[in-house]
């Protein structure tokens, strides 16, 4: 019989092949001669010597094959057994219209994920955004702590130690964590070392010389100084931080790193994110 109206285009709604009735409870489902199998005994229509039978306990369902509560004979007539469609069977979704809500949890595995995907002439983005992190999380640290022997008697600014960075995000904010070991002055008590931290050319910070004055022949060989300093680069591009000093009026050798057991000057920068 046709259908009022328009017609569905999913159900899949089937007279199974007809049955003869003989002396056993279990029979075979078929449809067109191919074994058929519903997904559930809730799915058949059966008609039983014209009384309509109730599933789960008139009849169950395995596989294709249906058992009767009882064996019936030779006498019985199954009328007819229709399976009302393929459950749950939606169709295939318009295109944009599977929402996150409807992929139940758990359902997408690492067996799903592990197909090879063909990337070729595609733009694939990862890793973290700006928001996926909460503010004051260390993004990244670099460290030297190869600083360089110097032994001067002139009051230039010198390079100590340095380190390289490249900013994961532009307003993150730096601490610049600098350490000089082995600072000796030389003969002249007037000499008095100043600490400077640069950012590649930019001088972002210098110590008060007076509070960095070394007494004549001082030796600091077995100890040091530590500072930080905080900045503010406001770039992603790659940037040199820098421990600095200089000697004032030096009339005799003075020395950074000279001497073996002194150790040697370093420079941490940690990366914050605001």
Do not use: C
């Given at each position: ?167 994961v995000y532009q307003n993150s904010k730096f ?100």
């Open positions: 019989m046709p259908f009022i109206g328009q017609q569905p285009i999913t159900g899949a709604y089937h007279v199974l092949d007809a049955i003869t009735a003989s002396a056993t409870a279990t029979y075979n489902l078929q449809l067109s001669s191919v074994a058929f199998s519903p997904a559930t005994a809730n799915q058949l229509i059966v008609s039983l010597n014209g009384v309509i039978q109730k599933p789960g306990s008139s009849f169950t369902v395995s596989g294709s094959t249906i058992t009767f509560s009882s064996a019936l004979t030779s006498s019985d007539n199954i009328d007819f057994i229709m399976a009302l469609g393929d459950v749950l069977n939606i169709g295939t979704p318009t295109d944009g219209t599977v929402s996150a809500a409807k992929i139940a949890s758990s359902a997408v595995t690492d067996a799903k994920l592990a197909s090879t995907l063909d990337l070729s002439g595609k733009t694939v983005t990862y890793g973290l955004t700006n928001t996926d992190l909460p503010a004051g999380t260390v993004l990244q640290t670099v460290f030297n702590g190869n600083g360089t022997a110097i032994s001067t008697t002139n009051s230039n600014i010198f390079d100590i130690v340095s380190v390289n960075i490249t900013p601490i610049i964590t600098s350490f000089i070991q082995g600072v000796q002055a030389g003969t002249n008590t007037n000499a008095r070392f100043t600490p400077r931290n640069y950012r590649d050319a930019t001088q972002i910070w210098i110590s008060n010389a007076n509070f960095w004055t070394v007494s004549r022949n001082h030796d600091l060989r077995h100890g040091g100084w530590g500072y930080q300093v905080y900045d503010t680069p406001n770039t992603t591009s790659q940037i040199t931080y820098k421990l600095s000093g200089q000697f004032d009026d030096p009339s005799s050798p003075s020395n950074v790193n000279k001497d073996s057991n002194s150790g040697e000057s370093s420079i941490m920068v940690m990366e914050i994110k605001q």
